[in-house]
């Protein structure tokens, strides 16, 4: 499973399928990578589909400290999943509620 790690140490997963422009999906707060799989297979025949969990979901780590669960480190966390699944291409990004705000 690819991880990437974030400027804390802390490790988050993501994962990508298909090929084509980059296309990096980010999902709404309580939820997981997982929230995209009605959509993943249909985009990926158009895309690399880019999902990923946020610190304290799913796959990634849940580190203890509330200090680390910052709107600045859920930034960066997507800019080290981005640089790490699109080998620093531009990428088209979605998100849905919170994601969207990232």
Do not use: C
């Amino acid at each position: 499973m690819p991880y990437v790690e974030a400027s804390d140490g802390a490790k988050i997963f993501w994962r990508a399928s298909g090929s084509g422009p980059p296309l990096l999906l980010s999902n709404a707060s309580f939820s997981t990578h997982r929230h995209w799989a009605g959509q993943e297979e249909a985009l990926a025949r158009f895309a690399r589909v880019i999902t990923w969990d946020y610190r304290g979901h799913g796959l990634s780590d849940a580190p203890d400290e509330l200090a680390r669960y910052t709107l600045a480190q859920v930034v960066d966390d997507l800019g080290r999943v981005h640089d790490a699944a699109a080998d620093g291409a531009p990428a088209y990004v979605a998100g849905l509620s919170v994601g969207g705000i990232i």
